[in-house]
């Protein structure tokens, strides 16, 4: 078990950069994959990004170039730099961990980003 809580959403304009921030209620040093969630209204929730003890990295194609993952087992958290921020990344966005990437195991309980044009 491992409870996670985001911080760093808000509001920014079109362009703007944010800085989202996961912190784990205990190590996160034997989680194979911890990753980043978002759901906009009215669609599906989709993988942004996602980083493996391994060190191996996915991201969606829509955020590719603009948006880093990072994890750092020491302090337990990872963060979502989020660079030239377009209207439609507005979604709130979910902390995940778990054994694959692809297939979270636990949720955070999400922090609202909104972008405008």
């Known amino acids: 078990q491992v409870q996670l809580v985001e911080s760093g959403g808000g509001l920014v304009q079109a362009g703007g950069s944010l800085r989202l921030s996961c912190a784990a209620s205990?190590?996160?040093?034997?989680?194979?994959?911890m990753g980043w969630y978002r759901q906009a209204p009215g669609k599906q929730r989709e993988l942004v990004a996602g980083i493996t003890t391994g060190g191996n990295i996915y991201y969606a194609d829509s955020v590719k170039g603009r948006f880093t993952i990072a994890r750092d087992n020491a302090k337990n958290t990872v963060d979502l730099q989020m660079n030239s921020l377009k209207p439609e990344d507005t979604a709130v966005y979910y902390c995940t961990a778990g054994f694959l990437v692809h297939v979270p195991s636990f949720w955070g309980q999400g922090t609202q980003v909104t972008v405008s044009s």
């Open positions: 205990r190590s996160i040093s034997d989680i194979a994959a």
